[in-house]
Nanobody, 124 residues
């Protein structure tokens, strides 16, 4: 039974920074790729960033490239998303997700387990 728990969400002004964290349990964490997705009201859940099983390969949505950084600490079973230069259009619920395989993927159906989500609100 896999559980993913996000933390670090909240309210921030445009141009500011936040770091999200995701803790995983119930599975051998270090052997699987992970990702971050987000969903704004009236929109589908969209890919934000992904990282392979070792942390040596990453992928980003064009809208966040150069501003966000995904990383992982396999010894601590944690996933991170550093968000800099935040914009009002980044406002959404952010979700941590775990794959059943090792490579970076951009579609939500490629992920087997999901966290509860955490709200990020960026004010102008």
């Amino acid at each position: 039974q896999v559980q993913l728990v996000e933390s670090g969400g909240g309210l921030v002004q445009a141009g500011g920074s936040l770091r999200l964290s995701c803790a995983a349990s119930g599975r051998t964490f270090s052997n699987y790729a992970m990702g971050w997705f987000r969903q704004a009201p009236g929109k589908d859940r969209e890919f934000v960033a992904g990282i392979n099983w070792t942390g040596g390969s990453t992928g980003y949505a064009d809208s966040v490239k150069g501003r966000f950084t995904i990383s992982r600490d396999n010894a601590e079973n944690r996933l991170y998303l550093q968000m800099n230069s935040l914009k009002p259009e980044d406002t959404a619920v952010y979700y941590c997700a775990l794959r059943g395989s090792t490579g970076v993927r951009r579609n939500s159906y490629e992920y087997n387990y999901w966290g509860q989500g955490t709200q990020i609100t960026v004010s102008s």
